[in-house]
């Protein structure tokens, strides 16, 4: 019965090798990237967000993640009293301001002439 099938197709598959440590050293080294890519930054802004928040005081400028610019007029523990105008005034909460402005941002803006 030789003849149907060949010898070299009838042999046992040789037994395949375990990877060791190196084969571990390719996703490790992925994992290691991404993290020092995307999760190490993402931390850091978020960490200095929470403290410019921690931060806020009366009278200081800020523009909202909205787009809104205005100065602080009162604080709470979760809110902020924005004025935008002149005697206008809304409530946004805290993790909406999106940044500080420098002083004098908001007078400039609100002397502007009016076309």
């Known amino acids: 019965m030789s003849f149907l099938i060949s010898d070299a197709m009838a042999q046992a598959a040789p037994a395949a090798q375990q990877p060791g440590f190196e084969g571990l050293l390719f996703p490790l080294g992925i994992l290691v990237f991404f993290y020092f ?8 802004r978020s960490k200095e967000h929470k403290q410019m928040i921690d931060s806020l005081t009366k009278g200081v400028e800020v523009v909202t993640t909205g787009g809104v610019l205005g100065k602080v007029a009162d604080l709470d523990d979760n809110f902020v009293k924005l004025e935008i105008s002149e005697n206008v005034f809304i409530q946004v909460q805290r ?13 400039a803006i609100a002397k502007k002439p009016k076309v």
């Open 95 to 107: 993790h909406a301001i999106g940044s500080l402005m420098p002083k004098g941002t908001y007078k």
């Open 37 to 44: 890519l995307f999760l190490r930054p993402q931390s850091k």
